[in-house]
């Protein structure tokens, strides 16, 4: 692999426009029936100005051969179309081939998921990119819930290390149903590793609408301080589904209003990884929708968190039997009104 490039124009440590403008980003995963080169064309063709680039089989592979030349053929091609990047490592059955996301960093031998982010960082590192997000796996049924977390540790300082020695940000992301679901989760992480200058966190603003307790705005101002990489999504409280804005319960002016009034600087990247079928036209519908949704008001409704829409639940309404683990490979599961947590 080659040097580590200097941040891209768009990189949280370079200089942002006046007036602390989003910039809007498309994630690969929702192209994933589009070969790399021209997946990145038409998202920069729509008008974005960033992509989150799963790393997977068919976009960027980093186990095939002459890893180094393809990367360095992506660089040129981001430079070409004006994309900034952040890295994404949530490609399904790219570790094993029967199991989704296996091996995490708490399987018995997680060395094949360690080499794969030693590898994200390093390709993070010659494409100048803004982060290199990961995120905890679920734990194995058979691994007790102290030894899945002591492996973690393990597993998270040996990335940080790769990160440190290669001058990557990691982000790492809070996921429903996995072991670290939440902030809360995020905090006693970034707590037990010492609180390193490498690791951010990813915030999937869906996630927030899922399971957080706080409003989906108040998320974004309570992790400010550590945020690094944003994905952005609509949900619904107690169901783990990307959706499409405008079909879930999150109010976007105030969310994005959150992201500009706390100086956020990344990409805001849009995830929908279940919508490839239809990309183009789901993405120039997705960047429509968050430039108006950004206006120069920047929105006063107050439902993200609060006030649902008509007919959608409210906070605090029971949820039971509400499938919280359609984007993981957790068991089935349903949340129910007195822990909100998903019970398999």
């Avoid at 905890?136 to 540790?153: E, H, N, S």
Wanted: hydrophobic share 45%.
């Amino acid at each position: 692999m080659t040097a580590a490039r200097p941040p891209a124009p768009g990189h949280p440590t370079a200089s942002v426009p006046a007036g602390g403008g989003l910039r809007l980003g498309y994630g690969t995963n929702g192209f994933a029936n589009h070969r790399l080169d021209d997946a990145l064309a038409v998202i920069a063709d729509l008008g974005y100005t960033g992509v989150a680039l799963t790393l997977d089989h068919d976009h960027l592979d980093p186990f095939a051969p002459a890893l180094a030349r393809r990367v360095e053929a992506v660089g040129r091609r981001l430079a070409a179309l004006g994309l900034a990047v952040v890295v994404e490592t949530g490609a399904r059955y790219l570790l094993d081939p029967w199991h989704k996301h296996a091996p995490t960093l708490q399987h018995d031998d997680p060395a094949r998921r360690i080499e794969f982010l030693r590898r994200a960082v390093a390709v993070g590192a010659d494409l100048g990119a803004e982060a290199v997000s990961f995120w905890a796996g679920v734990r194995p049924a058979a691994v007790p819930p102290a030894v899945a977390w002591d492996r973690l540790l393990g597993g998270c300082a040996t990335v940080v290390e790769a990160a440190d020695a290669a001058g990557v940000t990691l982000g790492f992301e809070p996921e429903p149903g996995m072991l670290v679901e939440d902030i809360a989760g995020w905090r006693r992480l970034h707590a037990a590793l010492g609180a390193p200058d490498r690791l951010g966190l990813t915030l999937d603003i869906g996630h927030c609408r899922c399971l957080e307790p706080l409003p989906v705005p108040d998320c974004v101002r309570d992790v400010a301080a550590h945020l690094v990489n944003v994905q952005i999504d609509d949900m619904r409280r107690g169901v783990h589904e990307h959706l499409e804005f405008g079909t879930g319960e999150i109010d976007f002016p105030p969310v994005l209003a959150a992201l500009r009034e706390v100086g956020y600087r990344g990409l805001v990247a849009v995830e929908l990884p279940r919508h490839s079928h239809a990309a183009p036209t789901v993405a120039a519908r997705s960047l429509e929708f968050l430039r108006a949704a950004a206006g120069p008001n920047g929105g006063t409704a107050d439902r993200a968190g609060g006030a649902a829409p008509a007919g959608a639940p409210a906070t605090g309404q029971d949820h039971t039997g509400a499938l919280c683990s359609a984007s993981t490979d957790a068991l089935p599961g349903v949340r129910y009104p007195d822990t909100g947590r998903c019970v398999g």
